[in-house]
């Protein structure tokens, strides 16, 4: 039986070179910008990126137990946020000593990571997946003091599917998987049922996490999402737009816990 998306052995063969923080662009993100996308995770004195440490150290737990490298950000429909917990997930995980922090955006048809961090190109990570170029240099951002490196999309025409069903998205997967121990890799995958684009990425990754919108998710969506993504592993689900607000029952914010408080400055 043939299959038109098989790679042959010599492709599967092919290796690239991922380059070191170093060797891509430095790029200094706008506070101004990120703050109006609501990336807020770079400063662990923001009061809205308490949750966000708090998912980085669920995920780091999870990904260490299960030996995972590469841990994909989907969501049943689009409009459920999950771009902006990728974006803010990269950005607390870059908080990590020792850790490097790869971030692409394999939301091709609707790419956002470019415009939540304000970056613009001509040189996306699609043109790489279609073969334009072998260089990722000319891809990767470095983002300034912080161990993150972004790998965006850029507005194209282009079809997605050839792009992620082929030996070359295959290839390129195996030579992340020889990085070293040190670093995270983040995919940030369409929704699932926007197109059949997020269970051929699911094949590749580790396990992936499920954002689920408050009020619009529901469950027999998060259920069948989980059946299509089948035999990836689920590594939890994240639930956006909690209307509970940040006064959350914890305590951080009056009695005895009051320096957290003093301690958490939306102007930091």
Known sequence: MSDQFA?????????FRIPSASETALFTPDPKLLEAQHVVAFSNRHLASRPFSLLRSQVVKRMTAGGHRIIGVTSPAPGAGKSFLTANLA???????GK???VFDLDIRRASLAENFGLVGETGLERFLAGETDDLRKVGRHVEG?????YPCYSNDLDSMPLLAGARFTAFVESLRVLGDDTIILFDMPPVFANDDAMV????VDAYLMVIEQGRTNQKQVVDSMRLLEPAECLGSVLNRYDGGMADPYGYSYGGYGKYTDYFSKED
Do not use: C, D, E, F
């Open 201 to 204: 990425i699911a094949g590749h």
């Open 7 to 15: 790679p042959s052995l010599k492709q599967r063969s092919v290796h």
């Open 91 to 97: 950005a607390t995980l870059s908080r990590l000593p």
């Open 100 to 102: 490097q922090i790869l």
């Open 146 to 150: 912080t161990n993150l490196t972004l």
